[in-house]
């Protein structure tokens, strides 16, 4: 009898590991090409600036490539449904490369993750932006003063954020900040953590 209690106690532990690890994001691994649940984001100050979003070789099969000709701000998107209730604690996380023609403009970030809490009506309620140093912003104002190199190893930026009420999507946008060349990314996820995860600290 206690060898079958130990039993069940382990399933389901294993379950509960295997539930709050389930990567929420539709083709965060980009194994079905970046056309599935992924947009290219590229607003008005980057649109002559040849930016583009396709696929290519991953860090575990397939990803998908950032390019640019001249330096610029735009990314790739995605994003998921949420309760409303606020109070849930996400982790945040992205594999990224920089080839060898990628460069960033002088003095900024780069590569940025950027995470954007909205509510029904589609305003934004809170955002977060995730650097290549490990730092968190409530804004891009710092970010455009940052001063980082392009990781030419694959490299993985992470942040852990606890949605507020009100919001009902979470959207997902890897940036390259000003940059110009090639960047890759690969295995995005946003996974629901319990509370013993530590939040990441704004800056």
Same mark, same amino acid.
């Given at each position: 009898?206690?060898?079958?209690?130990?039993?069940?106690?382990?399933?389901?532990?294993? #379950? @509960?590991?295997?539930?709050? #690890? $389930? %990567?929420?994001?539709? %083709?965060?691994?980009? =194994? #079905?090409? !970046?056309?599935?649940?992924w947009g290219a984001f590229i607003p008005g100050e980057s649109k002559e600036k040849g930016c583009t979003l396709s696929d290519a070789a991953g860090r575990v099969g397939k990803g998908a490539k950032l390019?640019? #000709? $001249?330096? @610029?701000?735009?990314?790739?998107?995605?994003?998921?449904?949420?309760?409303? %209730?606020?109070? =849930?604690?996400?982790?945040?996380?992205?594999? !990224?490369?920089?080839?060898? %023609? @990628? =460069?960033? $403009?002088?003095?900024?970030?780069?590569?940025?993750?950027?995470?954007?809490?909205?509510?029904?009506?589609?305003?934004?309620?809170?955002?977060?932006?995730?650097?290549l140093d490990g730092k968190v912003y409530k804004n891009g104002d710092k970010v455009e003063k940052a001063n980082l190199p392009l990781p030419k190893d694959w490299t993985k930026m992470q942040m852990v954020l606890d949605s507020p009420a009100n919001a009902t999507t979470l959207n997902f946008t890897l940036f390259a900040w000003r940059a110009k060349g090639e960047i890759l990314i690969d295995e995005a996820s946003v996974e629901k953590v319990g509370k013993e995860v530590p939040l990441s600290l704004f800056q």
């Amino acid at each position: 009898m206690r060898v079958k209690i130990l039993l069940a106690l382990c399933l389901w532990l294993g #379950a @509960a590991v295997s539930l709050s #690890a $389930q %990567n929420l994001l539709s %083709n965060g691994d980009f =194994e #079905a090409g !970046v056309a599935k649940a992924w947009g290219a984001f590229i607003p008005g100050e980057s649109k002559e600036k040849g930016c583009t979003l396709s696929d290519a070789a991953g860090r575990v099969g397939k990803g998908a490539k950032l390019q640019a #000709a $001249q330096y @610029a701000r735009y990314g790739a998107a995605n994003g998921i449904k949420i309760s409303s %209730n606020g109070g =849930e604690r996400f982790r945040l996380s992205i594999w !990224v490369k920089a080839t060898s %023609n @990628a =460069e960033p $403009q002088p003095q900024t970030a780069g590569i940025v993750f950027r995470c954007i809490f909205s509510d029904v009506a589609g305003k934004d309620v809170t955002t977060a932006i995730g650097t290549l140093d490990g730092k968190v912003y409530k804004n891009g104002d710092k970010v455009e003063k940052a001063n980082l190199p392009l990781p030419k190893d694959w490299t993985k930026m992470q942040m852990v954020l606890d949605s507020p009420a009100n919001a009902t999507t979470l959207n997902f946008t890897l940036f390259a900040w000003r940059a110009k060349g090639e960047i890759l990314i690969d295995e995005a996820s946003v996974e629901k953590v319990g509370k013993e995860v530590p939040l990441s600290l704004f800056q």
